[in-house]
């Protein structure tokens, strides 16, 4: 991903992630929001903290006198006090993040007033330095109230009202029994309803509701102390430390022990983001996969973050118990059945790990039962990240078809077209495509010249039957709807005397690349702008035209449209290509809450599809679950397979 730089000094005032851990990249959703984020610190200047013990802020024109913090916190996202300098505010310190580049402590009043809607906590930012308080110390803090965006405010995400060039003196300190009480987060206390309704607008300045919506539930309880108990793991634990659990089992739960997003309504506000400011040298975050539990209590002050949203900062973790999940295996195609699979292997070149060749290889082959034609997607160039112009991918698929056959599996030949240099999106330098990989002993592929990277493949009638002018070719290749995004290849294959077209697809993201990305759900524009849609269903318009081409010289024909879509069953672009019956979704044949192939930020959710023309019957679908439940993932999807009589 791409690195940012700037000559503002106080460009990495905030980093992502603790120094100690590795520096988390950028997300499909938060591509573009890097660039804003950069922007918007450039453009800021920022309080640097003071010494501890340094002299108050007199008071003045934009001073305040020891405000308690639920008059800083006040009943909205934004504090009245925004931009003043207060002085004396008492509290007990609860929690303190002594590592990284964002250090500081979160100070809690101990009485509390009787509005729900007001928070009792707040973060004390210190940059870099080591705040040297611990938890319990009683103190009176002065500095200058401002909301922090992470992220920027362009990304859309809400913001965190705490102090800065902060000053303090201990009053005293007090036992751990004695911490203001955590309050504890269930199915009882977080609402069932998400966000308030502001028609796309901005909800930062509306009375906060905690009744009402979770996320003002959790707003009000912003810098304070909060709990969970018995939590449900619903989101695997990444490398940058951190998991996702459900304080409510019963809301949407899959079979599997995750949270379905089964609609734009099914925000699933129960999830909670899970992280630790305990050391991880002396207190190692669990590895847990879906399904797992944090049994016991989890408590700490709760944050609010870039990438998530509200945090639970564990100061006491759970213990992890292992529900033993278990990655899945399809059964093997029969003689008569035309398997064919879709697989997006995550930036996949010859700088990755030999072992992520030597998983994918046993995935293929072990897991999805070596399929007839597989559609690949995040094939990068021979060179990797390395923006060096070269487009060519060879030797990555080379070294993917030598670890299938290695691992027992076919010996797979491959087919696909080179794209222009970094014109379509994914990791700079990177030039990732689709590919298609086929078994040989199983199904031919018809090879027709004229395929290259800006030439679009059309369809031919020959004799009554549907043929493609070149393949494999690119579908409009040099339609506006593919700006920076990848090409969809069409390929001709022979299955036991019968034709069948495969298209196989990567459709942009919603972190949008270089055009506009999705605003996050938990931000505080609701509900959200889907901005990278629109991109998505002139996409799915020109997928489906070229369907419909072909069923217009045969309506039996069968034709496969495989890939990441970047987009749910429910959403418009999927109903695009659906349309005027050019294809189906095999998979709304199976159980609502099994329709699933992909995990963020909590959600199990779907992402890549195969979908099918009505001459394909009604084949049999699997989503094959051997990746983005697990903390030890070869890739962040999960692989689909359809069989097809």
Request: aromatic share 6%.
């Amino acid at each position: 991903m791409p690195a940012y730089s700037c000559p503002c000094p106080h460009a990495s005032r905030r980093p992502s992630v603790p120094s100690h851990l590795p520096s988390r990249p950028l997300s499909r959703r938060t591509t573009r929001t890097a660039a804003l984020t950069v922007a918007a610190v450039c453009s800021t200047l920022l309080v640097l903290p003071a010494p501890a013990g340094a002299t108050a802020p007199a008071a003045g024109a934009d001073s305040a006198s020891s405000p308690r913090i639920h008059d800083i916190q006040g009943r909205t996202r934004l504090s009245p006090f925004a931009g003043k300098s207060v002085t004396g505010v008492a509290g007990i310190v609860i929690g303190v993040r002594d590592f990284g580049g964002s250090r500081g402590f979160w100070l809690q009043d101990p009485r509390p007033d009787h509005d729900r809607a007001t928070s009792e906590g707040i973060f004390v930012y210190t940059g870099g330095r080591s705040p040297g308080v611990a938890v319990g110390d009683a103190l009176r803090v002065s500095g200058k109230v401002q909301e922090y965006y992470p992220g920027g405010k362009e990304a859309g995400n809400q913001s965190v009202t705490e102090l800065t060039g902060a000053s303090w003196e201990t009053t005293g300190s007090v036992a751990d029994a004695e911490l203001p009480r955590p309050v504890r987060l269930t199915a009882r206390s977080v609402p069932d309803a998400y966000a308030p309704d502001a028609d796309g607008g901005s909800i930062e300045d509306r009375r906060l509701r905690p009744n009402r919506y979770a996320l003002d539930r959790y707003e009000s309880l912003e810098g304070m102390r909060v709990s969970v108990r018995d939590v449900r793991v619903t989101g695997p634990t990444s490398r940058y430390h951190d998991l996702w659990v459900t304080t409510d089992p019963r809301q949407n739960p899959t079979p599997r022990g995750g949270t379905l997003y089964g609609s734009y309504e099914d925000q699933n506000g129960a999830r909670m983001k899970v992280s630790s400011l305990l050391p991880l040298a002396e207190h190692p975050f669990p590895k847990a996969d879906v399904g797992d539990e944090l049994r016991g209590t989890t408590e700490g002050p709760l944050d609010y973050e870039q990438y998530g949203g509200y945090t639970l900062r564990a100061t006491t973790l759970g213990d992890h118990r292992d529900n033993h999940l278990q990655r899945e295996r399809t059964r093997a195609q029969r003689r008569n059945e035309l398997a064919v699979a879709t697989y997006n292997v995550e930036n996949l070149s010859p700088r990755s790990e030999p072992a992520k060749f030597e998983r994918l290889a046993d995935g293929l082959v072990t897991n999805l039962s070596s399929p007839d034609i597989v559609t690949v997607e995040e094939v990068q160039d021979d060179t990797g990240p390395t923006d060096d112009g070269t487009v060519g991918a060879g030797k990555t698929l080379e070294m993917l078809t030598d670890a299938i056959q290695k691992a027992g599996g076919p010996s797979y030949e491959w087919r696909q077209i080179d794209p222009a240099d970094k014109a379509d999106g994914g990791q700079p330098g990177g030039n990732i495509r689709v590919a298609f990989l086929y078994n040989p002993e199983r199904v031919s592929f018809t090879d027709r010249p004229g395929g290259d990277t800006t030439t679009p493949v059309k369809v031919v009638d020959k004799g009554g039957e549907p043929a493609l002018s070149a393949s494999p070719g690119r579908i409009a290749p040099q339609d506006p709807a593919w700006k920076a995004s990848r090409k969809p290849l069409a390929g001709e294959f022979r299955f036991r005397g019968r034709t069948v077209f495969v298209i196989a697809n990567h459709f942009s993201s919603k972190g949008g690349g270089d055009l506009d990305g999705d605003q996050p759900m938990e931000g505080r524009f609701q509900p959200p702008a889907r901005h990278s849609e629109p991109q998505r269903i002139e996409q799915a318009e020109v997928v489906n035209r070229f369907v419909r081409d072909i069923r217009a010289v045969d309506r039996k024909a069968v034709v496969v449209a495989g890939g990441d879509f970047n987009d749910f069953p429910f959403s418009p672009a999927l109903k695009t290509l659906r349309s005027g019956h050019a294809l189906t979704s095999p998979m709304n044949r199976l159980p609502a809450d099994e329709r699933y192939g992909y995990v963020f930020n909590g959600n199990s959710q779907t992402l890549d599809h195969l979908l099918t023309s009505p001459g394909a019957g009604r084949p049999e679908y699997d989503i094959v679950h051997i990746n983005a439940e697990f903390a030890d993932q070869t890739s962040d999807h999960d692989p689909s397979v359809v069989r097809i009589r």
